[in-house]
Every structure is written in C-alpha cells, then in structure tokens.
C-alpha cells in the first residue's frame, strides 16, 4: 500500500471524521425522535426532516465551490466549530423558544453546515492519496461515516431513554470542538487560485463550470447521478423515515431498540465499506447493478415478511434485517461510484463536480422523506415497501444499461 494513504495528514482527516461524525450520529438520531415522541405525528417528523435537508442540498454547491477555491483544512475547521456553537445555543434556547421552530432552525443549520462540510473532506482525497488507492481511502473514510452512524444510535438510544436529551448534546458540542482542534494540524496541498471577479460571480461561474463537465464532457457521471437520486427518493427515504416510524409507532418499541435498529442500518454501511476495501480492484463498476438488483429483491422480501408475520418482534427483525442488508449493498454500490468519479475528473474541478453531484443525489431524498412521512400515516406499510421494491428493480435494471457505459470511461482513464 503506497504511503500517502497512510500518511500523518490523512490520518488525521480520518481522526476528525471519527469524532465529529460520531457527534452527528447521536445528534441526528436524538432531535427527530425527541420530536417523534412529543408529536406522535410521522408526517409532521417527515416534513421536519425533509425541510432540513434543503439548506444541505443549496449549501453543498457552495462547499463544492469553496473546496476548490479555499484551503479545505480551513473549510472543516470552522465548520466544525461552527457546529459546537450551533448545538450549544440549542442547548440554551430549549425549553424557552417554540418547540418546533427551534428544532427545525436547529436542523436546517446543522444540515447546512453538513453538506458545505462533505465536499471539502471528498475533494480532500484525492490531494492526500495516490490515485490508485483513491477507492481504498473513499471507502475507508465512508466506513468511519457508517461505524459513527452504528454506534451513534445505539449509544443514543441508550443516553435518550434513560437521562433524555440534555447529555447528548453536551457530547456532541464536545466531539464538534475537540475534532475542530485535531483539524488545525492537517496539512492538505493548497495553490491560491487568483481572485478577479466578485465572489458570487465567481461561484456562479465554478457551478456552471462543474456543472459543463457532468453534461458534455461525463454525461455517464449525470446519468448515475440519477439513478443513485432515484434510490434516495424510494430506498433511503423508506429507511430514514418508515423504519423509525414502524419501530416507535406501529410496533410500539422503545427508544433503546430503535437505537439498535438504526445502529444494524449502519453497520450494513460499516460492512459495505470494508467489503469494498478489501475488494478493491476486484469490484468492476460496470457490473455494479447487480448490487442495486439485491437491494430491490430485499425490499421486496421485508414488505413480504412484515405481510406474513403476525409477531411484532419479528416484524422488527425483518425491517432491521432487510434494511442492513440494503445498506451493505446500497453502499458498495456509492462507493465505486463517487470513486470513478474521483479518479477521471480534473483535479481542479473535483469539489465543484462532488458538489453538483451531492446536491442532485440530495434533492430526491426530502421529496421522499415528506411523501413516506404522509402515507404511513393513510396508508398500511405493506403497500408502501412492496411498491419501492418493484420501482427499485426498474431503476436497477436501467443502472444495467448506464453503466455499460460507464465501463468505457473506466479504461479510458
């Protein structure tokens, strides 16, 4: 294994991702249901939830334009900081500000800051490690996303049910602080790119610039875009939104084993993660719709299991079995993905592109994550996980065509 991938700065890229990921986990785990609890209402946690990810979706662009233009270390710094602020004025401000508009301000900005964030620590990759292990260190670092997001929830869960939500966010305020300081040390290669615009034409400019690329010179990239968007509308919104509400309101769980369900999803993350590692140069992109065709076939066997069963506890194991099971796939699927996009575009496009990429992928998931948020409160659940099976298997079988395609860019580069 070359060097730079375990050089002193990546490692510590690695080092800031635990801890500041490990924070969001529990945070994001804990605000929505304290509000599930308070509510009851699941459209209304959907359409909270949705309404968070918009200012991630906007501000990814800018993050991408900023990680190209401004020293990404820097970028990771302050946002991080930023969080701590972010979380430790909630703390204050609850229990003396409306409940709802608090919660979802909070989570606007939290989200925002988070999709500003990602495109600095993706277009960070490229610039630490050899472009041959550039798989290696996306998955690597997509792995210590999904470790924080297993053990996150189940520390969470655990935290919330017996003390409440007070300590989680003292945690979180001290993971964001203490993963800001670790950041002041990276070293990340940086050359100043001169500035002869005003800075909004300039952004405009770079998202136009990114934007050009995925369109004339990548179309393939656009296209897989799209297919992964398409997921996020039917798969990974049925997850975030239908597996907590099932667990807390249809089967009547506790805050504990919903934690333990969230913690299974992302462990499926952790092990589509590894799994991709330790593949590597074995895993053919273009054959990675085979990975998508596993994912539908499972949704299709949870909304058949959760038909079948007449027992609440295997209820809850079906979702949380199927649904980690997806997670494996629907990750190892990603990472191939964002990583022949990071290995066959131009260093000084890849935040830009990163950026546009993230902000199409994201924009389905909110539309998804309000729409399940309503039905599961008109509809039965069966209906629901059968019907994204069977839209999942189509979006698989296009992703067969696309990336025949993509296996030309592939041995091109």
């Avoid at 290669?189 to 010179?217: M, N, Y």
């Avoid at 980690?324 to 796939?329: L, M």
């Amino acid at each position: 294994m070359n060097h730079k991938l375990l050089g002193k700065d990546f490692a510590l890229v690695v080092a800031g991702q635990i801890v500041s990921l490990f924070g969001n986990a529990i945070l994001r785990f804990s605000l929505p249901l304290f509000l599930l609890r308070e509510t009851g209402s699941s459209a209304l946690f959907g359409a909270v939830t949705a309404c968070s990810l918009l200012p991630m979706i906007v501000l990814s662009l800018l993050g991408g334009v900023l990680a190209d233009r401004v020293n990404k270390r820097n970028i990771m710094v302050i946002l991080d900081f930023s969080t701590a602020g972010i979380i430790a004025g909630f703390s204050i401000l609850m229990g003396t500000a409306p409940a709802i508009p608090l919660f979802i301000v909070t989570l606007m900005l939290l989200y925002g800051i988070s999709g500003t964030y990602q495109p600095a620590v993706q277009a960070s990759i490229p610039a630490l490690v050899a472009k041959d292990y550039i798989l290696t260190a996306s998955a690597i670092v997509n792995q210590i996303g999904s470790m924080a997001n297993f053990i996150g929830p189940v520390i969470g869960g655990w935290i919330y049910g017996l003390w409440g939500l007070e300590p989680i966010l003292e945690i979180s305020v001290g993971c964001f602080a203490l993963s800001a300081v670790m950041e002041i040390f990276i070293k990340i290669p940086f050359v100043k790119r001169p500035r002869e615009k005003p800075a909004l034409q300039i952004a405009r400019q770079d998202l136009l610039e990114g934007c050009r690329f995925l369109r004339v010179d990548q179309p393939v990239f656009l296209k897989v875009s799209l297919i992964i968007a398409g997921l996020n509308l039917i798969l990974s919104a049925m997850i975030t939104v239908g597996i907590p509400v099932l667990t807390v309101e249809h089967l009547g769980f506790s805050d504990q084993l919903l934690g333990v369900a969230q913690g299974l999803l992302a462990a499926g993350g952790v092990l589509g993660g590894l799994l991709t590692a330790l593949l590597g140069k074995r895993l053919q992109p273009e054959r990675a719709y085979v990975f998508l065709i596993l994912c539908a076939m499972l949704t299709l066997l949870m909304g058949a299991g959760m038909l079948w069963s007449n027992t609440p506890y295997l209820k809850y194991l079906i979702l949380s079995g199927t649904g980690t099971a997806i997670t494996i796939f629907s990750t190892m699927f990603s990472i191939q993905m964002l990583a022949v996009v990071q290995r066959e575009t131009p260093e000084h496009l890849i935040g830009k592109v990163i950026a546009c990429i993230m902000t199409l992928i994201m924009c389905a998931q909110p539309i998804g994550q309000l729409t399940y948020g309503i039905f599961l409160e008109q509809i039965s659940a069966v209906p629901i996980i059968t019907g994204a099976g069977a839209i999942s298997m189509c979006i698989a079988l296009y992703a067969k065509k696309v990336l025949s395609e993509l296996g030309g860019v592939t041995s091109n580069g």
